[in-house]
Structures are given as structure tokens and as C-alpha cells.
DNA sequence: TGGAATACGAAAACTGTTTTCAATATCGAA
DNA sequence: TTCGATATTGAAAACAGTTTTCGTATTCCA
């Protein structure tokens, strides 16, 4: 089992790499560079996890209160578009958004106390799934796993529990 | 693999079981019974698949057209609480809901070009599933698994793309 | 049966998201 | 630079799916 450990400080580097690569993406699609656009974007990718509109939204405020909502959808649409970003739902019926990782591809771990949303990545089981797939005369374009459940340490689950744990669905 | 077949013939005697269990718990709730009510479910027990609540409502429709969506999506909340049905989203912003098969427990497999869902199961699977989660000192409740990408007998796929494809999200 | 409690249906309200529209900003060409 | 075609913005309206409200109708136990 591979956990994917984020790093607390945000990689300078990286961040800028990433909104270098999103400009070009505006330049090669003959779209326009604004004020508004960098300031979510910069804003967006020193944020760290899955951002929901209205969390990045409040982010983007502090910087230029003007900025309003569909500016914001439309620039993370871009930035999905741009596939510097993904787009992820979890069941509470808001849509949360998350800049790649170093890691290609991973699921979910999602804890129902603490709200919690911690990635993992295991190739016995993309192995498994790929199996599954080709018995069944399928071919996998993409998948998601999720796990819903608790974290077992409920010292520091519950020490968490500030933000409201994601409501979810699932099987 | 283990590929859950759906049998072509509704099963009237499983049927009627679940319009019992039903009653039960509706009188358990002390709620009442009505007309609608048991329209509805008795539409929605005798439809296959994921049914989403437009679908139910068209159909039970048919049956009496003065019930509306408000009573579907109140009788819908009333089955899952009882149990016998499972509310899932794949990501098409459409909730949709399906009775619980013999089996208790299944994942998805979606078809990107002909919208075909079809359920499968496999213990290695869920087992890997537990052992990771057992690694991360993570308790699963849940899960849910859903590949998505496209059928690969093209014949059959192209025949059912009548009903369109689901949108669709994931990793 | 009477009547308290529940359910109904239509329409309004809500939520998250997308679109509209008039005003503004960008940027390549002159 | 300035022009001007084109893209972008923000506020507000529109949207889609779902939930709630509210007055009327139905259920069902005493």
C-alpha cells in the first residue's frame, strides 16, 4: 500500500510550473490572460487538497473581493479542461476540485467522522480491476474507488473534526 | 469474475416480498398506507436496473398521471430508509436507485458510448480493499467501485445506444 | 363514524451550477 | 500607441434536480 503523503509547504516550483503550463494552455487555445484568471489560479494551486468552489471562492476574495462565483467556475472548468486539474464528486453533492498530484492516479479514503479525504494508490488492485475488466470483455477508460469509512485513530480523527464530514453516498 | 445476471423476467413472488417488507415498515414508522405509495413501488420493484426518478415518475404515470414528483421522491426516500433500495450517483447529477439484488454487495461497470451498467463482484477484490484499509488504520463502511469505459463487442454496444451514454466523472 | 395524524399535489423554495447581458479588458494589427 | 475585434467580467437571471410548504384530502384507530 502506497500512501500519498502531502507535503505541508506548497512546492514554489511547482506552482509556478503549473501556472506556466496553464498559460500556455489559455495562449495555445487563443483565450485571454486577466487579472482575475491568474489570481484564482495562483490562489487555487497553493491550496492544498479538494477544494470545493465556495472554499477556493473565500481564498480568491481575500485577494480581490470582486471576483464572484462564475468567474470562478468558469476558470476551474479551464483548468480541467487544461488537465492540470480534476474534477471529483464525493456524494455531498458539491464538486471538488484537485490539482494533480505527483502520482498519476489514485482513489479515495474518505473518513465519515472527520471529513477527511486521504488518497492511496495500489497497483495490485489496478491489476485487479484490469483483470476483472478484460473477463468481462470491457475496457477501462478510467474508474474510481472510494472507501467510506472511519479513521481508526479517533485521537487525531476527532481532533480534526472542525470541517463537517462529507455527507456521501456510496456503495 | 463473477458477472451478476439480471434475469429478463421480473420476479413476481420476490416482488411481492418486497411490497411486504415494505408494508411492515411503513406500519412499524406508524406511517400510513395510500394509493400512491403503492403505485409507486410496486412500479419501481417491477422495473430493472438503475432507475432514476424521472423514469419511476414516467412510468407510475402510467398508472395513475395525477401523482407528481414531489410523492416519487418522497416514497424513493422512504424505500431507502427502509432499506430494500440504494440510492447511487454516477456522476450525470441524476440520482438513481436500484433494489437491492441477491447479491448484498456489488460494484459498477459503465459504458461510456452505449450507457450500459452492468454489476459484478469479486471477493479478491473486496478483500484487497480491506487489507489496504487494515494498512492505513482506516475502517471501510462502504465503498463503491465503478469503472468506466467502454464495451468491448462493439456490435452489441453500438445496437443499445438508444438510451445516451452517462456523463459520467471519476478517476 | 369522528377526528387526529399523515399524505397528497401543485407550486414555491432551495442548492449548486450555468448562462445571459451589458460593460470592460485584452492584445494583435495597423 | 491606438483601434477594434474578440474575449472576459460580474451581477443577476436561468436552470436542473431535489426538497419544502401549504391547503386539501385520505387513512385508520378509538
Redesign the interface.
Do not use: P, V, W
Given at each position: 500500500?502506497v500512501?500519498l503523503n502531502r507535503t505541508r509547504e506548497v512546492n514554489e516550483t511547482l506552482v509556478k510550473e503549473k501556472e506556466a503550463a496553464f498559460a500556455e494552455f489559455i495562449q495555445r487555445k487563443g483565450l485571454k490572460t486577466t487579472r482575475q484568471r491568474n489570481t484564482i489560479i495562483s490562489t487555487f494551486f497553493r491550496l492544498r487538497g479538494h477544494i470545493s468552489v465556495e472554499e477556493l471562492l473565500n481564498e480568491v476574495k481575500k485577494v480581490n473581493p470582486r471576483i464572484g462565483y462564475a468567474t470562478v467556475y468558469r476558470t476551474l472548468h479551464l483548468l480541467v479542461e487544461s488537465g492540470l486539474v480534476?474534477?471529483?464528486?464525493f456524494?455531498d453533492g458539491l464538486a471538488r476540485y484537485e490539482g494533480h498530484s505527483d502520482v498519476e492516479?489514485?482513489?479515495h479514503?474518505i473518513?465519515?467522522e472527520c471529513g477527511e479525504i486521504?488518497e492511496?494508490y495500489?497497483p495490485?488492485?489496478e491489476a485487479?480491476?484490469e483483470?476483472?475488466?478484460e473477463?468481462?470483455?470491457?475496457?477501462?477508460?478510467?474508474?474510481?474507488?472510494?472507501?467510506?469509512?472511519?479513521?481508526?485513530?479517533k485521537t487525531a480523527c476527532q481532533a480534526r473534526k472542525g470541517k463537517k464530514a462529507a455527507k456521501s453516498?456510496?456503495?
Open positions: 500500500m500512501t480534476e474534477e471529483r464528486r456524494g492516479h489514485h482513489d479514503m473518513c465519515l486521504s492511496f495500489n495490485r488492485l485487479l480491476q483483470k476483472l475488466a473477463e468481462n470483455n470491457f475496457e477501462i477508460f478510467r474508474h474510481r474507488l472510494e472507501l467510506y469509512g472511519a479513521c481508526k485513530d453516498q456510496g456503495a
